[in-house]
């Protein structure tokens, strides 16, 4: 049927076909830690940075909770 016959080998075939898909699940998942990872790093720096600008004197305490509220969401 073609598989003893020399001249067509399915193993290149089949390892291409294996490496590809593996390159495409690895940059898959990839993708989806890189953007996780950026969103929890915004999330974190919101309140961060208000408590630097109460601390400064800038707002007060009333306004750094209503600030973290309507930014957090």
């Known amino acids: 049927m073609g598989l003893e016959d020399s001249g067509f080998s399915f193993f290149y075939f089949g390892s291409l076909f294996c490496l590809t898909l593996f390159c495409f699940v690895t940059l898959r998942i990839y993708m989806i830690r890189h953007r996780n990872n ?19 004197g800038e707002i007060d305490e009333d306004e750094y909770h209503r600030l973290k509220d ?3 969401k």
Not at 41 to 54: A, C, N, V
């Open 38 to 56: 950026d969103r929890s790093r915004e999330d974190h720096d919101i309140p961060l940075i208000l408590k630097s600008r109460m601390a400064k």
């Open 70 to 72: 309507l930014l957090t």
